[in-house]
């Protein structure tokens, strides 16, 4: 309106307040990634899984439904609830939240530096780390309920069948369920946040995703074997990842790599990832 007319009156309404500004991106994110079918559908297929995991749990302690159809023994469970149960849930679900990501994150930065909209963000009360904090919620908070939160709940579901004894006893599970779906969330969501800062294309930007992830097995693969050594592990989230689970979960397999080693090497990675970001996310102006 007219400056001279006088009319325009200062906003009087309530203050959101500053801790929780971020999360207006991740709102208006989630309104149209959800109008994307294809992502919708991505999405409900991401609970099949949790969902057969929890029926499976509730039909192993309740046999006498089970057994109107089949043989079955006198005494305990089909399946045993425990570490590589819970390490399975991880595997699939952790590669669900891959594909998911490889769809959802390389279009959430790349379209504010193609328009040039960032100046239009930090000319507000919005600071680069809340405008980062925004982006990453979109996909870590949608991750987290195909992740972590199921898989906790999975644990809750178990721990009611069984017993106090049992939760007490296996309280490291509900750790390591958090620990290893939270660092794998954070990772792919920081590492398709820097893709989309610096590839403007969504296509090639998600098919760099998974460019990465195979490339750096196979990378690794080849400078262990030219090298003799181990050390081509480091640049090969999937080892690194699955010897993480492997300890946690407590169960055989994965001595390619210590502990230590994976999770330095999957932390050194989303160190880089927020560096490649931070660099693009930037609001500046060119003067000619």
């Not at 959802?104 to 600071?127: E, M």
């Not at 919620?137 to 709940?153: D, E, N, R, Y």
């Not at 990772?187 to 995703?209: D, E, T």
């Amino acid at each position: 309106m007219a400056v001279y007319k006088r009319t325009y009156k200062p906003y009087l309404g309530e203050m959101t307040p500053e801790w929780s500004r971020f999360l207006v991106l991740p709102r208006y994110a989630w309104r149209t990634l959800f109008q994307q079918r294809f992502i919708l559908i991505l999405y409900v297929v991401c609970f099949f899984y949790p969902i057969g995991a929890a029926i499976s749990i509730y039909l192993n302690h309740n046999l006498s439904f089970l057994g109107q159809f089949m043989p079955l023994p006198k005494s305990g469970g089909l399946f045993e609830v425990g570490g590589n149960f819970f390490a399975w849930f991880t595997g699939i679900q952790s590669s669900m939240a891959f594909l998911l990501t490889s769809f959802v994150g390389p279009g959430l930065v790349s379209g504010d530096l193609s328009n040039n909209a960032l100046p239009l963000y930090f000319c507000r009360p919005f600071s680069r780390t809340e405008y980062v904090l925004g982006k990453l919620s979109v996909i870590a908070l949608l991750l987290a309920f195909i992740t972590w939160i199921p898989g906790l709940i999975l644990f809750g579901i178990q721990g009611s069948l069984e017993g106090w004894k049992w939760i007490s006893d296996n309280a490291w599970l509900a750790g390591a369920i958090f620990v290893t779906n939270f660092l794998w969330t954070i990772l792919i969501s920081l590492l398709a946040l820097a893709i989309s800062a610096w590839v403007r294309w969504k296509v090639v930007a998600g098919g760099m995703l998974l460019v990465i992830f195979f490339l750096g097995t196979g990378l690794a693969q080849a400078i262990n074997a030219i090298l003799r050594t181990d050390a081509g592990y480091w640049i090969d989230m999937g080892t690194n990842f699955g010897q993480l689970c492997v300890t946690l979960f407590r169960v055989r397999g994965g001595d390619k790599i210590s502990l230590e080693e994976a999770l330095l090497s999957l932390i050194a990675m989303c160190a880089l990832s927020v560096w490649l970001l931070w660099r693009k996310v930037r609001a500046y102006e060119v003067s000619r």
